[in-house]
């Protein structure tokens, strides 16, 4: 299947070289897309640099950082433009490594229509976290599976591949998160909408350069967005149409 791995970056000079390497190698057969918000300290150029030298490597240049969900919306529109089958999600910090990536990419050819690199089912792991970071995560998974019971274990992970058909059919392109809301906006929609979802066990490393780029702001906008779905969709369950917009 034509598979487009999207990766977006913002300050990310001291990963990028090593991280597209490093996926070039995993997954010699995919194409691969930069969403860069035009970071100051030149990661878009970088990326360039290595697009070159890689090959199959794209850069989308963006005037100014506006957040997760507005890079992946519009890294995903640049790929269903172009028909790819398979997309496929990454973070730059090599937290994510592409070197699970063809087991994710097996799960969706064995049927699946969104595969999750979960760090929260048998096998999975992120040894070193700090403890209010864990605490953050644990607790928002916790959270977004009481209000929304998708049943998904780590809905806020941002390693994942999509079959494409199944973007479209959730209207990926009218999903409103700004921040990392994103990724529960969508595993959500595909639950919703009847999609299989697997999760396959990850060891998520924390990133040793660079800045993170999580905020108080972004978990208040998954927080709010999550009770909102919960509230509005109490009595919609698995499988029974796609959600609207709003
Ligand atoms: N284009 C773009 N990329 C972003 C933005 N915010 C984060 N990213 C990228 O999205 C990926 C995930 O962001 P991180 O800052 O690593 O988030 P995190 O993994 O929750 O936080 P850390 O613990 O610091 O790694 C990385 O590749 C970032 O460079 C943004 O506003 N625009
Ligand atoms: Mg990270």
């Not at 009481?146 to 199944?166: I, P």
């Not at 809301?181 to 040793?208: K, M, N």
């Amino acid at each position: 299947m034509r598979t487009l791995v999207v990766t977006p970056t913002y300050l990310e000079a001291e990963n990028i070289t090593e991280f597209l390497t490093k996926l070039r190698a995993a997954v010699p057969d995919a194409d691969v897309l930069v969403v860069d918000d035009n970071s100051p300290d030149g990661t878009g150029d970088l990326a360039e640099q290595a697009a070159k030298e890689l090959g199959q490597i794209e850069v989308m240049h963006r005037p100014g950082k506006s957040g997760l969900g507005v890079a992946y919306r519009a890294g995903f529109a640049w790929g269903l433009e172009r028909d790819y089958q398979v997309l496929v999600q990454i973070d730059a910090d090599l937290s994510h490594d592409p070197a699970v990536l063809p087991t994710l990419l097996s799960a969706l050819d064995d049927g699946a229509d969104l595969v999750i690199g979960s760090r929260y089912v048998p096998g999975g792991s992120v040894p070193h976290w700090p403890m209010h970071r864990r605490a953050l995560s644990r607790y928002g998974n916790w959270y977004t599976s009481l209000a929304l019971r998708t049943g998904v274990k780590d809905a806020t992970a941002g390693f994942r591949a999509y079959r494409a058909e199944m973007l479209r059919k959730v209207r990926y392109d009218t999903t409103r998160a700004v921040g990392y809301g994103f990724q529960i906006e969508l595993a959500y929609r595909v639950w919703r909408a009847g999609g299989r979802i697997v999760e396959v066990p990850i060891t998520f490393t924390d990133r040793t350069r660079g800045q993170s780029k999580m905020s108080a702001r972004i978990a208040a906008e998954e927080l709010l967005l999550v009770t909102w779905w919960g509230i509005r969709d109490r009595f919609r369950r698995h499988g029974q149409a796609v959600p609207e917009p709003r």
